[in-house]
């Protein structure tokens, strides 16, 4: 197996490893310890289907099941996100997976199965990276504060609650995922790393703060962590599967392709419970 860094922030390359088989505890060892050192891993020509998709990622834990989001009925742990003008992306902002939960994603395992012409790039940034980045006074004035997740900022009724039968189904995510809150800055579990824990895709505000300084505090924070220098960005191949770390990275699936047709399957390893312990 040969790895190759993408950049310094995060990102890497992964080549001599076949993912359509079940992994030997020393190869999945190898890969995790990978993807902690990278944060985002990237495999070509690795035409998983969805049955390995899902085995692969439940190597690396339990997986969860997308309360709105379409699945494959024979695999539910397999989300479809089938895009084009009929039913256009709602992913194209930075964001961390499933942060309006109390334990969010640990992990997540994307393929891509059928692209445009061109377009439809992914891009991942450092949570790390960027809030390692911030001044001394900026670490300390967000470290212990708190901000509020929203299922709803993302997922909202009118774009998913469209039906009678959506609209059940989107009570029922409602009600069973009302606003919560994660600290600002998370300790990484396994690196000890502090990192930025707030997203556009779910983030509402930072409860400490009055409305107008969580605005502005969010709003330079979404700003600083999609730098260049933070990120790395992915052009997609048809049997391309990317493996990233959810506790210390947020992406962004760039929505440039319209008309044409997007397909890509994901798989979603369950978490712990954020938390921040000073270093």
Not at 201 to 226: C, K, P, W
Not at 234 to 248: E, I, P, S, T, Y
Not at 255 to 270: E, F, G, K, Q, S
Request: hydrophobic share 40%.
């Amino acid at each position: 197996m040969d790895i190759q860094p993408l950049g310094p922030a995060l990102g890497a390359t992964v080549t001599g490893v076949d993912l359509t088989q079940p992994l030997s505890a020393d190869r999945r060892d190898a890969l995790h310890a990978a993807l902690l050192a990278h944060q985002v891993l990237f495999f070509e020509n690795q035409p998983v289907t969805p049955e390995q998709q899902r085995a692969l990622a439940a190597q690396f834990g339990p997986l969860h099941i997308h309360p709105v989001y379409r699945n494959i009925p024979e695999v539910p742990e397999i989300i479809v996100l089938d895009t084009d003008d009929n039913n256009p992306p709602d992913n194209d902002n930075w964001h961390t997976d499933i942060t309006f939960t109390a334990a969010p994603a640990q992990a997540a395992l994307l393929s891509a199965r059928l692209l445009p012409p061109s377009g439809g790039d992914t891009l991942w940034a450092s949570n790390t990276a960027a809030f390692e980045a911030l001044s001394a006074p900026w670490r300390r004035l967000l470290e212990g504060l708190h901000a509020e997740h929203d299922f709803i900022k993302s997922f909202p009724a009118w774009r998913f609650a469209r039906t009678p039968e959506e609209r059940v189904q989107w009570e029922a995510a409602k009600a069973k995922h009302p606003p919560l809150l994660h600290p600002v800055v998370r300790t990484h579990p396994e690196t000890g790393r502090q990192g930025l824990f707030v997203n556009e895709g779910f983030t509402t505000r930072i409860v400490e703060l009055s409305a107008t300084e969580s605005d502005a505090v969010l709003r330079q924070l979404f700003a600083h962590v999609s730098k260049p220098e933070f990120t790395v960005r992915w052009r997609w191949k048809v049997g391309d599967l990317a493996f990233w770390d959810n506790r210390c990275t947020q992406h962004y699936a760039c929505a440039n392709y319209l008309p044409h047709r997007r397909v890509m399957h994901r798989a979603t390893v369950l978490g712990e419970r954020p938390f921040y312990r000073a270093s």
